[in-house]
T-cell receptor, first 115, second 114 residues
Framework: ETGVTQSPTHLIKTRGQQVTLRCSSQ?????VSWYQQALGQGPQFIFQ???????GRGNFPPRFSGLQFPNYSSELNVNALELDDSALYLC??????????????FGPGTRLTVL | AQSVTQPDIHITVSEGASLELRCNYS??????LFWYVQSPGQGLQLLLK??????LVQGIKGFEAEFKRSQSSFNLRKPSVHWSDAAEYFC????????????FGKGTRLHILP
């Protein structure tokens, strides 16, 4: 158990809809990263939030957006869903300090299916 | 370009046999290297990581990995596998800065024969 939780566990949406996925980080962690893991692939970095500000983004379009809140929770929002958005979405929390790498702790993921 | 290659999509070994999972990376700067394991319905669990120093890294669950800079490799090994080791294994590379993203390989699914 990493102490990182995600909701919902599974979600089914139709093309064109919007979806919000939620993540609860470990208490005290100031950084959350989101990843998309398509079937048979490794996780791909979507973006990272540090102290409620976006702090790096992967190769994903603007319809993927996020929020990080002071209470260690965060959201991933996806607008105008496409079939290819079907994937496992993972969040990972970490405590970032002034330098060096800090271990990311992953949640169990949300399985999104777009029909 | 930054990338991670795991050349084996599936590997099958007998319980009690030794295991080696291959990983090659391409990264412009000094990399951080990781191995993660993912069981069905679970998130990613960190097995071990390499930042610097001794090139043979010990991890959890009896796993170890060896960093070979000349070969750009970071292979994962275990001397004797258990049925509970059946899972998907991901090699990953990252940078030293906080905003450096982690790049994952496509994974190797490990099957264990009784």
């Amino acid at each position: 158990e990493t102490g990182v939780t995600q909701s919902p566990t599974h979600l089914i949406k139709t093309r064109g809809q919007q979806v919000t996925l939620r993540c609860s980080s470990q208490s005290g962690h100031n950084t959350v990263s989101w990843y998309q893991q398509a079937l048979g692939q490794g996780p791909q970095f979507i973006f990272q939030y540090y102290r409620e500000e976006e702090n790096g983004r992967g190769n994903f379009p603007p319809r993927f957006s996020g929020l990080q809140f002071p209470n260690y929770s965060s959201e991933l929002n996806v607008n105008a869903l496409e079939l290819d958005d079907s994937a496992l979405y993972l969040c990972a929390s970490s405590l970032s300090t002034s330098g060096g790498y800090n271990e990311q702790f992953f949640g169990p993921g949300t399985r999104l299916t777009v029909l | 370009a930054q990338s991670v290659t795991q050349p084996d999509i599936h590997i099958t070994v007998s319980e009690g046999a030794s295991l080696e999972l291959r990983c090659n990376y391409s990264y412009g700067a000094t990399p951080y290297l990781f191995w993660y394991v993912q069981s069905p319905g679970q998130g990613l669990q960190l097995l071990l990581k390499y930042f610097s120093g001794d090139t043979l890294v010990q991890g959890i669950k009896g796993f170890e990995a060896e960093f070979k800079r000349s070969q750009s490799s970071f292979n994962l090994r275990k001397p004797s596998v258990h049925w509970s080791d059946a899972a998907e294994y991901f090699c990953a590379v990252g940078g030293m800065n906080r905003d450096d993203k982690i790049i994952f390989g496509k994974g190797t699914r490990l099957h264990i024969l009784p």
